[in-house]
DNA sequence: TACTTCACG
DNA sequence: GACGTACGTGAAGTAT
């Protein structure tokens, strides 16, 4: 990170926080108010197992610790705002009246928060009728007089105009110092001037109306010509732009109000006397009490870590560390450190010799983090344009390698253009970096390692062994929250890091990888590595104590180079095809608009569910119709396909619209554009971390939910073939959820069934309404199948009689008939809730967790869902397991036997392969055998093998 | 950016 | 009797 006051140190040894080291004596005033907030919306809503939403606590708590590990301030004060109202709406009623209401979940953590700060033995400021930034002008100046340093910690700019001699500001959520020269490159004045700019260019968030139609930018201007707001105003009748003139004289009452509004008061009451403020030995027992009720296990354990080190082991009543913070151990593993007080050393390296060092430090510590910059997020087709590695925290380098290169790249000649920098070639340090990359003994990790996996194999280097911090986080903690870097840094680390659209850009104005300037491509490339590290020391740990190191190792870890492989194999599609679909799609919709415009009476936008909903049921009254929570009418098909059986045909021809207009936009146009140049494929991405339950999905494009329901939607998978004189295979586990119910549940007479191979639906209709096999009727087979269906999901009655048509009633009898036909399920089911509510997470078969916020939920239709979710998981899970466990072993099966079978595609329970024609009979019959042996219970897995020259044949 | 709808397992 | 319902995903389009 670059000082943008350009004071500090320069690279490669950038400080730390990309500021001046904050001052380890004086007084810190902590902008509570504004951090809850801040953290409230930054955080995603999480809650701890009472349900109490705990995101801002949280965020508070985590940045509390930070600070207190950054400094050494001899004293602190958090300070709050006490009540929504102010001396200010004495003189302005409206002042900050268009606030929004206070969100309900964040209403129970404000006490909360006064908690952590009593935790944290922190000394609080309030004061009724006082706003927290009069507290911190007040007491700035206080401390200015006695002549101690203060550093005011906020992100709010409404404080910056308190920053001058002796008072600096610092933003924790950005690691950001605020000195003059940041806040003139806020407001372009110093900041004795900001009260004048703010009260002409007013804030609409606070209500401060300031003067129409001027900003910052003009106030700035005006203010710096003039001196200051009441000069401008005495002299407004000489300002040449008649428009503004008129309008600084129109509203000069105006802004002396809005400053008055914005002017801090610092001569407020003192709810404490300054000497009071001192810091005091914080009670270690005490926080960690209060941390561990909120559920804050990675910041306890970071207190503990810390009391460890300091010696404070016996009074908590600690085991003795294991390792010494930093070294590492028999295992292999770093001790974690206290990330807080490293000093970030980045470094760019341009030559080989530099290059030297950096893999004699992997050599040495044998861990080194890996993490690759290209020019795209496809990586099968992707430009590699840099490598940062890291060896210890704060310790990273960033390796450009294609850099200002794009116009020489695209074999343009730009003489304006500055010559690229010098790089190594990227043949060079794949050379220079395959021994270790290679190297057994040197552990390689990453987060989301998959995409860089899959660089370096389109370079000749196969990259072993690895970590992926981004798995561990999962395996550890999914369900509980996301497991991006930018969040687990955030949670794990108190860090923000510095994000992909601060360096590039987004929207028109984005730019690729390659055209960031160095400087900054080394702040963020080298973080990132930096990052990386740093979570893998923290969390590999982890996996051992939460006994979640099989999940890891044997279910998600060796899937990255399969999935790796996957991804960069990509799927031939028939690009023809799929045009002349896109036609005949584009014709037959503007035959059906006509229709059911004519049937309207009127021209509509048919895609638009708000418009239609008012046709249907305002203007042709076809109902009563009005659903939703946001007051729109529902126009979903189940309403569609009621009013098209009682006979009207519009809602028919709406429905068969929908249809063909999902397809078409969906997939034979979109589809198109996903066929990559430069192999003549689509290359899906896998997300492995991205589920509740362990399943994968599938992005850029979706190819986990290709049509094949209806005929239209075939003719779309019929367009995904083989390559020529190859065949696709498709092999799928046959009721694989509804076996897992039966052996989990260990339902004897469901297993029965499975083992003498039966129709499943079919046998239990027989048990379930006592109907002979010889005499089942479609009808009632249907009923035992949404049954069947219902019990994976969760079942409720009003599910049920959704789904099949029925009252409530009925489909309640129909749930008791089962209960007590398969009596062994209802005890699972009871046991499986009461596991998740003793928990708050379940498990699968294979031991992965998955945790369920909620289950403690007050709310009974939220507990319900999470109940239903308990009960899903384990059976979800536990097939999502099973078919990671065979992903992980066909390749290896496939390579023992010769075949040149590629796995191209997973669909939570089939896998599609291309193979050459030839062997296509061997290899679907050696896949279904290891899909069938990839677990053993007492109920057989079955899958099923289908050959074709397109996926529509195969399956 | 949020909501609605719908494609799949 | 509350509450709002089948579980898990991702993408496209409209509305705000």
Redesign the pocket.
């Known amino acids: 990170m670059t000082d943008s006051t350009g004071t500090t140190a320069p690279a490669p040894t950038a400080d730390l926080d990309g500021a001046a080291a904050p001052d380890r004596s004086g007084l810190y005033l902590v902008d509570g108010s504004g951090f809850i907030f801040r953290a409230f919306h930054a955080l995603p809503m999480m809650t701890r197992p009472d349900g109490t939403p705990v995101n801002a606590v949280l965020g508070f708590s985590n940045m509390l610790l930070k600070l207190l590990a950054d400094v050494k301030a001899e004293a602190v004060a958090v300070v709050f705002d006490s009540a929504r109202l102010n001396f200010r709406n004495e003189f302005y009623p409206d002042y900050k009246a268009h606030r929004p209401e206070t969100p309900e979940e964040l209403k129970p953590q404000f006490a909360l928060i006064r908690e952590a700060t009593d935790a944290f033995c922190l000394p609080s400021l309030e004061l009724d009728g006082y706003e927290a930034d009069d507290l911190i002008a007040t007491y700035a100046r206080l401390a200015q007089e006695a002549g101690r340093p203060v550093t005011i910690v906020s992100s709010d700019k409404d404080l910056m105009q308190l920053v001058g001699p002796g008072v600096a500001m610092y933003d924790p959520m950005k690691n950001k110092h605020i000195g003059p020269d940041e806040v003139f490159e806020k407001f372009g004045v110093q900041p004795d001037k900001v009260v004048d700019v703010q009260a002409l260019a007013g804030d609409s968030v606070d209500n401060v109306p300031g003067v129409p139609g001027i900003g910052v930018k003009t106030a700035a201007q005006l203010i710096t010509e003039y001196g200051d707001l009441d000069t401008l105003l005495a002299n407004a009748e000489k300002i040449k732009q008649p428009a503004r003139r008129q309008k600084l004289i129109e509203f000069a009452d105006q802004a002396r109000v809005s400053r008055r509004l914005v002017q801090l008061e610092a001569n407020a009451p003192q709810p404490k006397p300054l000497e009071d403020l001192r810091v005091r030995e914080p009670d270690h027992r005490r926080l960690i009490d209060f941390l561990k009720a909120q559920g804050f296990r990675s910041i306890v354990a970071r207190v503990e870590m810390e009391m460890k080190r300091d010696g404070r082991i016996a009074d908590a009543g600690l085991p003795a560390s294991p390792a010494t913070p930093g070294a590492v151990d028999a295992d292999g593993v770093v001790a974690p450190q206290p990330t807080a007080t490293v000093e970030k050393r980045y470094e760019l390296v341009q030559d080989l010799a530099a290059l030297e060092v950096w893999v004699r430090r992997a050599q040495a510590s044998g861990v080194i983090a890996v993490d690759t910059e290209t020019n795209s997020l496809t990586p099968a087709t992707a430009t590699l344009v840099g490598v940062s590695l890291s060896t210890a925290p704060g310790l990273a380098c960033y390796i450009p390698l294609a850099h200002g290169s794009a116009a020489a790249a695209a074999g343009q000649l730009d003489f304006d253009a500055p010559p690229p920098p010098k790089q190594i070639p990227t043949a060079d340090l794949m050379a220079a970096l395959k021994g270790m990359l290679e190297d057994p003994a040197i552990l390689k990790v990453g987060h989301n390692f998959k995409f860089d996996h899959q660089l370096f194999a389109r370079n000749g280097v196969t990259v072993s062994p690895i970590d992926d911090s981004m798995l561990i986080s999962y395996a550890l903690d999914g369900g509980a929250h996301g497991h991006g870097m930018d969040e687990l840094a955030e949670l794990h680390l108190a860090y923000t890091p510095i994000s992909f659209k601060e360096v590039c850009g987004t929207g028109k104005t984005q730019i690729t990888f390659d055209q960031v300037p160095l400087d900054k491509a080394l702040d963020y490339a080298a973080e990132d590595a930096d990052i990386t590290l740093r979570l893998w020391t923290l969390l590999k740990p982890r996996l051992v104590e939460a006994r979640m190191v099989t999940v890891y190792e044997t279910l998600d870890r060796p899937l990255v180079p399969i999935i790796a492989d996957m991804e960069r194999a990509g799927v031939r599609l028939d690009q023809d095809a799929l045009k002349r679909l896109s036609q005949d799609l584009a014709v037959r919709l503007v035959e059906i608009e006509k229709d059911v415009h004519q049937l309207a009476g009127q021209s509509f ?1 048919i ?5 239609l ?1 008012e046709i249907l049921f305002d203007v042709m009254k076809l109902g009563a119709g009005k659903k ?3 007051g ?9 396909e009621e009013l098209a059986e009682q006979g009207h045909s519009i809602a028919q021809r709406v ?1 068969d619209w ?2 063909l ?3 078409k ?2 997939y034979t ?2 589809l198109q554009e996903k066929i990559e140049a430069l192999t003549g494929r689509v290359h899906t991405a896998f ?1 492995l971390a ?4 362990g ?1 994968l ?6 190819l ?7 005929e239209e ?1 075939k003719k779309i998978r019929r367009a995904f073939i083989a390559a020529p004189g190859n065949r696709l295979i498709s092999v ?1 586990y046959s009721q694989i959820e509804l076996r897992l119910v039966a052996e989990m549940a260990n339902i004897q007479a469901l297993k029965d069934a499975f083992r003498d191979g039966l129709d499943i639906h079919a046998a239990t209709a027989a048990q379930v309404f006592g109907v002979p096999l010889d005499q089942m009727t479609p009808d009632i087979r249907r009923k035992a199948k ?2 069947n ?12 009689s ?3 048509g029925i009252t ?1 009633g009925e489909a309640n009898s129909f749930i008791k008939t089962y209960l007590e036909r398969f009596h062994e399920l209802k005890v699972w089911m009871e046991a499986t809730k009461s596991f998740a509510r003793d928990h708050g997470y379940v498990e699968t078969l294979f031991g992965r967790r998955c945790y369920m916020p909620g289950i403690q939920d007050k ?3 939220r507990r ?2 999470a109940e ?2 308990a ?3 384990p059976i ?1 899970g536990t097939a999502a397991d099973i078919m990671k466990r065979a992903m992980n072993r066909v390749p290896a099966a496939l390579a023992a036997a010769g075949s040149h079978a590629q796995m191209l595609l997973q ?4 896998l599609l392969f291309e193979v050459p024609e030839a062997e296509a009979e061997q290899a679907a019959a050696l896949v279904r055998a290891v899909m069938e042996g990839a677990a053993s219970f007492s109920v057989p897995l079955v899958a099923e093998a289908g050959i074709g020259s397109n996926w529509g044949e195969a ?1």
Request: proline letters at 6%; a positive charge; zero cysteines.
């Open positions: 936008n895609g638009s569910p708000k418009q909903g939703g929570k946001t729109a009418y529902s126009t979903d098909s189940s309403v569609l429905l929908r249809q207009a999902k397809l936009s969906t146009d979109a997300a991205a589920t509740n339950t399943r999905s599938s992005t850029d494009p979706n986990q939910n290709i049509p094949i329901r209806t939607g799928d949404a049954i269906f219902g019990i994976i999901y969760g079942i409720s009655g009003f599910g049920l959704r789904q099949l409530p709310n009974p239709a319900a869902f239903r979710q009960i899903n998981a979800q669909v939570h329970d089939e399956h």
